[in-house]
């Protein structure tokens, strides 16, 4: 079997042997029963993931996967598409919104080339991003498909391969993020495709273009999924005629997260796009799966209800790079501080009844 084959075999649900484990011991802390809400919650999950009444989250590591997109070239974002490889260099700099929040966060940042429109071999050779890099960009999807269907599975096994080397090296914690310029343009055919709903239903300004660049949008989204027809019941049909390297890239890692038991907090609307690819593709990887806040990207709240996934943060953010999802992690860390250090009534000498009045 392929590395794709043999991940969507292996993914299991969450144990619910462990949740209900994890539960009963959340409920027996000093604390009024459910008085810590969604966090409670969470920490059920992290503890049915790891399989551990201690969960850890130290190792923390957000991935942004780069790539273009041939679609930019009919006029769907308010930035040319030499923005991608601009914005590489300040990841690596350091200075960017991601290494900023990553910091606070204490995850690193690692950036991957899915398929940027620009050279970035030297980043490569002196280590400071990563290579899976399929083309310079996809093709324009309103005239064609996207990419190959082999170039959409080397897209996702490029997020397994890269998951697999992270746990090797010891994660606990892991983010999506993204870069490319016209993205947000991908993410929503995908959605309309998944979801069987219409372009103006899923679209919104992205990098903030004008009434009538988001008239033109629509109408190529439209034109994509004539011209194409990606098969709902085939995601890799759908990411091949309407999706992006690093789309592909970020189902990958969920995927990859779900196979090796990693909680994957998902980032925002692009990052959501690969989400709905990878539970389409393995619907047990969804159990994995944390979504980090919701985006003010028009679909994306579309996107969370596909998914039924209920995010940890509504800051009215919409910038990508797994920005989103890095702030988030301080909250999955709290989640795993609740199970793993709180007292229980017992341990408190605390009477629950007294407790809970």
Known sequence: MSLLETTIAGIEPVS?????????????????????GELLNLAEQLAGIRQDLKPRVERKVVVTMAGDHG???????????????QMVYNFVAGGAAINVIARVAGARVVVVDMGVAGDLSGLVERGQILSYRIAPGTRNMAEGPAMSRE?????????????????????????????????????????????GLPAREVTGR??????????????????????????????????AKVGGFEIGGIAGLILGAAYYKIPVVVDGFISSAGA?????????SLDYMIA???????GHRLM????????????NMRLGEGSGAALAMKVVEAAAAVISDMLTFDDAGVTPDEARE
């Open 71 to 85: 679609v930019v070239a009919a006029g769907v974002s308010a930035f040319p598409q030499e923005v991608t490889p």
């Open 16 to 36: 619910g042997q462990w949740r209900q484990k994890a539960r009963k011991h959340l409920d027996n802390l000093a604390i009024p029963r459910g008085s810590l």
């Open 276 to 284: 709905l690819l990878a539970k389409a593709l393995a619907p047990a």
């Open 151 to 195: 170039q959409a599975n080397k897209a996702l096994e490029a997020g397994i391969d890269l998951v697999g080397k992270l746990v090797a090296e010891g994660l606990d914690l892991l983010a999506t993020g993204d870069m490319g310029i016209g993205n947000t343009t991908p993410s929503a055919a995908i959605l309309a495709a998944l979801a």
């Open 292 to 298: 980090g806040h919701r985006s003010l990207e028009y």
């Open 206 to 239: 992205g990098t903030g273009i004008s009434d009538e660049a988001l008239e033109n949008k629509i109408r190529v989204i439209d034109a994509a999924l004539a011209v194409n027809r990606p098969d709902a019941h085939d995601p890799v049909d759908v990411l």
């Open 304 to 315: 969370l209800e596909v998914l039924d996934l209920r995010p940890l943060l509504d800051l």
